[in-house]
């Protein structure tokens, strides 16, 4: 079974900078969107970043300017760069892997923890 696989999470100090990844177990066909999730506590999952098969990208309005998503597609993997960290920001941060081929599957990571400090 394919699992996906998170690092880079950790402490840091507000206006500082992580940089997360998310690396497949194994081979996954046809990856149309990589993505990354954050859940805070108390609070529902939400949508951070979105990086199509294309390279197109999508932000939510709160990390818009601050965040970069990329993707390598040849190693399965995504990133999210992240700068200018605030508070608000901390978080359990996930990544999900939407494949469409030889059929529809979503893929989730474990989590991995955020904490800015002020």
């Known amino acids: 079974q394919v699992q996906l696989v998170e690092s880079g999470g950790g402490l840091v100090q507000a206006g500082g900078s992580l940089r997360l990844s998310c690396a497949a177990s194994?081979?996954?066909?046809?990856?149309?969107?990589m993505q990354w999730y954050r859940q805070a506590p108390g609070k529902q999952r939400e949508l951070v970043a979105t990086?199509?098969?294309?390279?197109?990208?999508n932000y939510s309005d709160s990390v818009k300017g601050r965040f970069t998503i990329s993707r390598d597609n040849a190693k399965d993997t995504v990133y999210l760069q992240m700068n200018s960290l605030k508070p608000e920001d901390t978080a359990v941060y996930y990544c999900?892997?939407?494949?469409?081929?030889?059929?529809?599957?979503?893929?989730w990571g474990q989590g991995t923890q955020v904490t800015v400090s002020s």
């Open positions: 999900h892997y939407h494949s469409t081929w030889p059929a529809i599957k979503d893929y």
């Open positions: 194994r081979y996954i066909f046809n990856i149309d969107l």
């Open positions: 990086v199509s098969s294309g390279g197109t990208t």
